[in-house]
């Protein structure tokens, strides 16, 4: 598909495959959560605070949810178990808004006294921040909110102050890190007010994960931050798939011996280090977006769910329910003989050995051929 | 100028590192970026080459004038760093803080900490928030109005938010005004305005106090 002619919210859907985007806000007349404050006073409040949004609002605490404390930062950047504060609270909000499901959480007595996030895998930026704010506006008519006229929202990070938005997108740019344009595009983002830096999950030389956050909260309202934030992530989207188109139509020898040596590593490697196989799987999205090889019909497989458990040391994530519940009988026969030991990289090979067999597109051998 | 390393904190100062070329690149950085990049490549068994004040030239180095007897720098321009007579009071005071207890015991004219101004409300003091720490309270932002701006400045480009007053807000706000409007109206002796601002104050204030009604708590998402 021509890079002109797609749809923004395609475009975005095709890098982007995590946002999470946070609301902060204070109570005036109570101090930030700060080491100057006897903390007695941070357990009654956030006790006060918990129970009025559970009356009011419907929110459900689950500070002592076992699954959260260990998976809630990965999968909704929620504060990590070991940097939670005393007084740390975590409420979830199932509700239904514009006949659409969503899943709000809300931290108590993190740097700040509230924090509205949402993490989500779709391009509704801008819907999910107008719930949050509707949120957070209720909310308001039972706290009164710390508010400068000047500063609008005060928060505890200077950095936060005036919307008390902050939102970051996890995206995949392989076709631009291929096509050695990530520093251009890194300061594209600082002029567009976008902050990119790459994920240094793996300290891997070849990582093309970046993420991209905003700079400034205070220049404009939660709405119009967010919609220039996509507007520019859009744009990064139609470079990256100019980039792929290029790589797959102009060097497709290149790309066949990319994904081949991928295939390789999926057909025959037996310990696959997390780095090489998030490579391997990162050409095969490439691959697919640009019709190299045959649409991935596995879910588990696909772009956006696999990037989660992959930060995790094995499969675990995906196999989690039978792992926790000791339930070897729910597992795949071949992971058995490894069960034991729970060997990560073995599981991981096993689980991944499928994509092994993925065709190459006719088309695309053609061009190989015709090259 | 901003930190070239993180490019969000002010750059307070240099710092040197070895390129993969082998040639030496200058990088004007913040404290904690300056401190990070120094404890990786020491962790990585890399020859760091920083500082975190200007280099101060070696005394032997210098040129000697022909005709002045050795040792003699009379005439000559103090080493960069070298030409105030008095460090000022606040450059002693970020010392004292960095160094912490190892010069408690030296016997130096350091000013009493309770110099540096603090918030009452909560105790933080401006230095605390510049090093990288967070606000206190929504108190600071009064106390530190001035300071914060400049930091808001830097970090944000930008110290107005531009959204309209949220609806809870309004009465607030208006409140704010008229308490304004109406220390004017006593400073230039007009009783009369004062009379009716007060009045004003007060029907804004009851407003204020009446709490949400049960329709209004019950106003669910």
Redesign the interface.
């Known amino acids: 598909m021509n890079p002109n002619q797609m749809d923004g919210d395609t475009a975005f859907q095709q890098i982007c495959f995590k946002t999470y985007i946070a609301l902060a806000r204070n109570v005036a007349d109570f101090p930030f959560v700060c080491p100057n404050t006897p903390s007695s006073k941070h357990f009654a409040m956030a006790e006060k605070w918990s129970q009025l949004l559970q009356r009011y609002f419907r929110f459900e605490d689950v500070t002592a949810d076992e699954q959260l404390r260990t998976q809630g930062f990965r999968f909704h950047r929620l504060t990590p178990d070991g940097m939670r504060p005393p007084a740390y609270r975590l409420l979830r909000l199932d509700c239904v808004l514009q006949e659409q499901q969503h899943t709000i959480w809300c931290e108590l007595m993190t740097e700040n006294h509230f924090t509205f996030s949402v993490t989500i895998n779709t391009p509704d930026l801008v819907k999910q921040t107008r719930v949050l704010e509707f949120i957070a506006d209720e909310v308001a008519k039972h706290v009164k909110f710390a508010y400068d006229a000047q500063w609008g929202y005060l928060t505890a990070e200077p950095i936060r102050t005036g919307s008390g938005l902050f939102i970051r997108s996890w995206t995949h740019l392989l076709g631009l890190t291929l096509a050695d344009t990530m520093p251009q595009a890194l300061n594209a983002a600082e002029v567009k007010g976008v902050f990119g830096e790459k994920d240094t999950m793996y300290e891997s030389a070849s990582s093309e994960f970046y993420h991209f956050s905003n700079r400034f909260s205070i220049n404009l309202t939660p709405t119009q931050i967010v919609r220039d934030f996509k507007a520019f992530l859009v744009r990064l989207a139609k470079e990256e798939h100019r980039a792929r188109l290029r790589l797959a139509y102009d060097q497709p020898a290149i790309l066949f011996d990319l994904l081949s040596r991928a295939r390789f590593l999926f057909q025959q490697v037996y310990l696959p280090s997390p780095e090489e196989t998030l490579y391997a799987l990162s050409l095969y999205w490439t691959a697919c977006s640009v019709g190299a090889l045959e649409p991935l019909d596995a879910p588990q497989y696909q772009f956006a769910t696999c990037f989660d458990w992959m930060a995790d040391e094995c499969c675990e994530s995906h196999l989690l329910p039978a792992i926790r519940e000791q339930d070897v009988q729910a597992l795949p026969a071949a992971f058995l003989p490894f069960w034991k030991n729970r060997d990560p990289e073995m599981l991981r090979a096993l689980w991944l050995r499928p994509l092994g067999e993925a065709p190459f597109s006719p088309a695309f051998l053609n061009r190989i051929n015709h090259k | 100028m901003k930190c070239e390393i993180c490019?969000?904190q002010k750059a307070e100062t240099v710092f040197f590192r070895v390129a993969e070329d082998g040639s030496e690149e200058e990088l004007y950085v913040c404290h904690a970026c300056a401190a990070r990049e120094r404890a990786f490549e020491q962790a990585h068994g890399i020859q760091v080459a920083a500082m975190d004040a200007p280099q101060m030239p070696n005394l032997s180095d210098l040129p000697t004038p022909p005709d002045a007897p050795p040792g003699d720098f009379e005439g000559f321009p103090p080493p960069m760093g070298m030409e105030m007579g008095e460090p000022p009071l606040e450059i002693l005071n970020q010392l004292k803080r960095a160094l912490g207890k190892e010069i408690e015991s030296l016997d130096l004219p350091f000013p009493p900490e309770t110099d540096t101004p603090k918030c009452p409300?909560?105790?933080?003091a401006f230095h605390t928030?510049q090093d990288g720490g967070?606000?206190?309270?929504?108190n600071c932002?009064t106390f530190f109005r001035k300071e914060?701006t400049e930091?808001?400045q830097d970090?944000?480009?930008?110290?107005?938010?531009?959204?309209p007053?949220?609806?809870?807000?309004k009465d607030?706000?208006l409140l704010?005004q008229l308490q304004v409007q109406y220390r004017d109206a006593l400073m230039r002796e007009d009783f009369d305005a004062a009379e009716a601002l007060s009045k004003q104050i007060e029907t804004v204030k009851q407003r204020l106090k009446t709490p949400?009604t049960e329709e209004?708590?019950?106003?669910?998402?």
């Open positions: 490019n969000q409300t909560c105790g933080t928030i967070n606000i206190g309270c929504a932002y914060l930091l808001l970090i944000q480009d930008c110290t107005h938010y531009p959204a007053p949220p609806a809870w807000m607030e706000l704010q949400p209004e708590g019950r106003n669910e998402p």
